[in-house]
């Protein structure tokens, strides 16, 4: 039984024959004359993950996780010494490393919003930090990796455009299980890894960047031949696009598979996939309310991860019994998870993540295997 696709999810069939067909046309004529040939199907990536997003393809960049789009957004803000981040206790922990990481090189002020009792980021405060602060960036993860919150992207999306501040993101565990919509966000960054909800393969993701940061000329810190043209000696010419965000070699077979799984998520309808989704997790933490076990998800609004414990904060019995099972799962630590799991003072907590794909005979199974 399936239930980690917040960590790397099963792939469509037609994700996995698309890779495998590339790879016997490299085979045969060679990476450069294959990409030649397959243009036009390359083109459909930019178009299919445009339609996921409710962009336009020029919006779109092809990343190879994560974290490398998020590392290209961040370094394209000209940031000062003491200019500041505003972010969240959620964000992900390569997200705050990198902010701690601009702290050590550039004084950086990195402040989080405070929260209020719903576990919900407390928009008052933010508007109050903005006016102290005046941040560079505000920097949001959508779904966290280690726990079921939803935060609020889209009233913060709001404030952000009322004193144009940049706005990014990280939306990795989202897109695949839920309506992502760059318009309602109004963020001018969004990243996103294709192996989770997306089903795609892995070493692919996609970093969605605004007209309005097209416009304002940002580029990576360290661009390459795919982002700018040699003009002169000492002078480069930006390009357009946000393709400006990309390197010019990836993997072509994982980016054409990748595209397979935007269109399959785009085929079903991210409205059904989210709709069946929340019911899914919903049981799954009923269920195992019922049974007596610590569901660590807080929140107004919660996703298809489902994270919880035993009664006195262990997890030893529950991982064995899903082993004995086959039935896949991850773990999250501390570490991982620095500020959530110190405030409700947790060291570990099983993640169930299920995906459309599972059932409510499925939930309702594993349930009872952990009661028994
Ligand atoms: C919320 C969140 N952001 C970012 C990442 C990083 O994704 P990647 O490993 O593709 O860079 C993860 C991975 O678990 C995540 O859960």
């Known amino acids: 039984m399936f239930l980690n696709s917040a960590g790397s999810s ?13 790879l016997h046309q490299e085979e045969q004529f060679g990476g450069y004359e294959t990409a030649n040939r397959n243009s036009e199907i390359i083109q459909g990536f930019y178009d299919e993950t445009a339609k996921l997003l409710n962009c336009k393809s020029s919006n779109i960049a092809f990343a ?3 974290t490398d789009a998020y590392a290209k957004a961040l370094s394209s803000i000209p940031f000062k010494e003491e200019d500041c981040i505003i972010t969240t206790d959620d964000d992900y ?30 928009l008052e405060d933010l508007e109050d930090l903005i006016r102290k602060h005046q941040p560079k960036l505000i920097a949001v993860t959508h779904i966290p990796t280690n726990s079921g919150l939803i935060q609020n992207v889209e009233g913060v999306g709001k404030i ?18 839920m309506v992502v919509d760059v318009q309602k966000i109004e963020c001018d960054f969004l990243t996103a890894t294709g192996r989770k909800f997306m089903r795609g393969p892995r070493g692919t993701g996609f970093l969605y960047v605004s007209d309005r940061v097209l416009e304002l000329g940002l580029v990576p810190l360290l661009l390459d031949l795919n982002g700018a043209d040699w003009t002169e000696f000492d002078n480069y010419k930006i390009f357009k696009t946000a393709k400006r965000f990309e390197y010019w070699e990836i993997s072509y077979s994982s980016l054409l598979g990748f595209t397979e799984a935007v269109r399959y998520a785009n085929q ?3 409205n ?3 709709e069946y989704n929340k019911k899914l997790a919903a049981t799954l933490r009923t269920h195992l309310e019922n049974k007596g076990f610590r569901i660590l998800d807080k929140g107004n609004n919660l996703s298809s991860i489902v994270t919880f414990c035993s009664k006195d904060g262990e997890i030893d019995s529950i991982q064995n019994i899903l082993k004995e099972n086959n039935i ?28 459309y794909f599972n059932t409510v005979e499925e939930i309702e ?3 009872q295997l952990l009661s028994n």
């Open 10 to 22: 099963l792939t469509p069939k037609i994700v996995l024959k698309t890779m495998v067909d590339y």
């Open 64 to 66: 190879t996780s994560s």
């Open 93 to 122: 922990i390569s997200n705050q490393i990198a902010f701690i990481s601009l702290q050590k090189r550039l004084n950086i002020k990195v402040i989080r919003i405070k929260k209020n009792q719903d576990n919900e980021l407390d």
């Open 160 to 177: 952000c455009r009322q004193h144009n501040i940049l706005y990014l993101v990280d939306a990795c565990q989202s897109v695949g299980q």
């Open 268 to 270: 079903i309808g991210l």
């Open 272 to 274: 059904n996939i989210e």
């Open 328 to 355: 896949y799962f991850s773990v999250s630590y501390k570490g991982g998870a620095l500020i959530d799991f110190s405030h409700k003072n947790i060291d570990k907590a099983v993640r169930l993540s299920p995906h």
């Open 365 to 367: 199974k594993v349930s």
